[in-house]
């Protein structure tokens, strides 16, 4: 990211090209090269932009009038008087480089695309948003979104020293930033801001910002300036990013991260430099518990996430439930839905799990998840691979069980599940059994005297459905006894 400031040396500005919008009435627009040390960007201006900016610095800081090439009414769309104004504006340009040669007017730093990609000039914007807006946007949003440019601005910024001639107190001071930063609870990073379209775009590729040459997934930052967050989430943008989580872990009580391309939980809890190349199993202790001795104790309160009750990794390409989850021991709420896990591994020392979704994966058997996940209350599984929910049968504190969209195709595999003493709600939709005649009844017959108390599909069953399958239950139970005898 451009630092004008510390780069002013290895800055400059070229006009390479112009080009006539003959659909705008033919308006002449010129592309504008700015350069600070290795990045770029292209800014697109008309003539009258020039002359705007021209009238703002002769009338704020009194450069000559004479400096800007005049205006011509007639014979202005020919080619060779084109290419002589384009020379005549770049020379223009870089005369104001000259003059201004460590801080730029705001008015040409605008105009040059500087608040949108350098540290500096982008922070003045933030600041002056938060100046003025700042309480508002604390009290009516839960959670507030910055680009990863404006979050590695922010990690910069606190390592550079206060530039020039700064508006202390102002309205572009970065104290603004830092107080909002501070009293954030929530944070959302995405690649760029406002933009709906980036979990399509950045996820997979390396796009640059706008006409730039920076690419969000290459910047690396902290996170210092938001000491207090408990909601970090980010989209589209992997969090490897972050250099240094430490000073969050005693705070974040939820991670969300959706739309990326990481494969393994480790490359969210472990995030920070010093795992950055590690192996995980051998990070963590065998057993991971607060009594754990000598050699695992250092590491454990290093690593544990104190607070972390929920983690979301949603919509990326995980294949498995590694041995990372260990470090947060609180988790009460873990979903990994839409990603490409197989297996269920790893949960055994989570006692304070009760919602596990794992719905949109590759999961094609489940046995005995009661010795790893014996406390849950809501169990997503729906468009996974399974046929057989023996391996659910005694998950006993199970309320809510989603199996829709799988391959179960045997209505005797309900039995496994309707043996559950809490369950409440169940959906079987979209298997092959719930196209089969009177599913529903033949379903709820399976609960017997609790089937008036069973959501199935979301939806209680009519009494007409209750009064058959109150039948058919008498003939299940009848079965059974016979088979006894």
Known sequence: MACYYRQNEETSVTIPKYTNETSSGGVTYYDIKVRVAKVEWMVERRYRDFAQLHDKLVEEIAISKKLLPPKKLVGNKQPAFLEQRREQLEGYLQELLIYFRTELPRALAEFLDLNKYDIIYLLQDLAKLFFESGDALLSSKKEYNLSALEVFAISERLSLPCPPNVDRGGKYDFSHVLDFCTQLVALVVTPVKDNASYAQDYNTVDVPIGRSNIIPNRLNFNLNAFRNLKTLKFSALSTENIVDIELLKPTLQTICVHNTTIQSISQVLLCDNLHKHCD??????????????????????????????????????????????????????????????????????????????LSGNLIAECVDWHLTMGNLVTLKLAQNKLKSLKGLRKLLSLVNLDLSCNQIEELDEVDYVANLPLLEALRLTGNPLAGSVDYRPRVLARFHERAVEISLDNERGSQQELDTALVLSALLLSKQRQRHK
């Not at 454990?300 to 949603?314: F, P, R």
């Not at 021991?329 to 873990?334: E, G, I, S």
């Open 280 to 357: 995980v199993p051998s990070l963590l202790p065998e057993t991971f518990s607060p009594a754990t001795p000598a050699n695992g104790s250092a590491l454990i309160s290093t690593d544990a996430w104190q607070e972390l009750t929920e983690l979301d990794l949603t919509g990326n390409l995980l294949t498995q439930i590694d041995g990372s989850v260990r470090t947060a021991p609180k988790l009460r709420r873990l979903v990994l839905e839409q990603n490409r896990i197989r297996a269920v591994q790893n949960l055994a020392e989570l006692p304070h799990l009760q919602l596990l979704s």
